[in-house]
């Protein structure tokens, strides 16, 4: 992690987004990213060496996935403007290593952070070492369908997607200023989740691999087949329709920004990414790639059909 944020762009800068950008509350450091009082999304990294994107609604905020142990997390929320202490959650996708590291218990229960997820997922957390310490604290929460609060303001509702054995989650946050849909590590888009999305303001979704370049990978065939599986991950093709699934689904058509997560270093390339996403000029220009060792810049999240009567 550097100590900038990383100067990945979306593909295009569209001057309807510069111009949009000039009416966004002003405060925020688009070049450092220090928050101001509005609704914000900062990918600290993704990847299979590690997630975690923050959610943040002026110095308080949440963590979607924490893939990175507490002490790195630290250092990159502060080079973000925020730090541990700023947390008021942490949602999980899911329970693997790179969306929720074992580490964290002793900094969650020292800061008195609590970590929600799913009934399908919570004898999984108990198995971390600490987990029953957190239980026992009243920070190991769990949801099922109904929606819940996370932090003030803040309403995160929950769809369940197929991935390996225990499956993940696909969460919609929504606040008074926009909405952010986040789905990562999920072997297909369903119609539920297409449903689940429509009318994001932001939507975070993984696009993992490029179907080419797994096939010509030197990885085991069994992770090949694991990962283009119905209950893998999306490559890019399946990312790009997925996002235009929503698209369609959304009465203001796409979301003002698509932020790509999870690519394989292995088998995908931005070069790839930007080849399928380019074939939508409109949906180009609001694209960010993430990426494993650097954070993005300070998304802005906004009311699309607010900002575009104004
Ligand atoms: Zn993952």
């Not at 919570?122 to 109904?146: K, V």
Request: charged share 20%; aromatic share 6%; proline share 6%.
């Amino acid at each position: 992690m550097s100590d900038k944020p990383s100067n990945q762009m979306p593909l295009f800068i569209s001057p309807r987004q510069s111009s949009l950008i000039s009416v966004m509350p002003s405060g925020t450091d688009w070049a450092v990213g220090k928050p101001c009082g509005a609704l914000g999304v900062c990918v600290l990294g993704s990847g299979s060496g590690g997630n975690a994107t923050v959610l943040r609604i002026g110095k308080t905020a949440l963590l979607v996935d924490a893939g990175f142990g507490p002490r790195t997390t630290d250092k990159w929320l502060r080079e973000a403007g925020l730090s541990l202490s700023s947390l008021e959650a942490i949602c999980l996708t899911h329970l693997d290593q790179d969306h929720f590291r074992p580490t964290w218990p002793k900094t969650l229960l020292k800061f008195g952070i609590p970590v929600y997820v799913h009934n399908s997922h919570y004898a999984d957390l108990m198995r971390i070492p600490g987990g029953a310490e957190l239980r026992d604290a009243g920070l190991a929460r769990s949801f099922n369908s109904s929606p819940f609060g996370p932090m003030p303001g803040v309403t995160a509702s929950t769809v369940r997607l197929a991935h390996d054995r225990a499956g993940t989650i696909g969460y919609r946050f929504d606040t008074e200023v926009g909405s952010i849909g986040y789905a990562t590590d999920l072997g297909h888009a369903p119609p539920e989740l297409i449903q689940h999305l429509a009318g994001v303001d932001l939507l975070c979704i993984e696009s993992n691999y490029d179907e080419a370049m797994t096939h010509a990978s030197a990885r085991p065939d069994w992770i090949n087949r694991r990962n283009m599986s119905d209950a893998g991950h999306l490559s890019n093709e399946q990312s790009f329709d997925a996002v235009r699934l929503i698209a369609d689904a959304s009465p203001d058509g796409l979301p003002h920004d698509v932020v790509l997560l999870h690519r394989s270093s292995q088998c995908n390339h931005p070069a790839r990414v930007r080849e399928v996403f380019g074939c939508d000029a409109d949906l180009a220009k609001r694209v960010t790639l993430t990426e494993q060792r650097s954070r993005t810049r300070w998304l802005e999240v906004y009311n699309s059909s607010v900002v575009d009567a104004t």
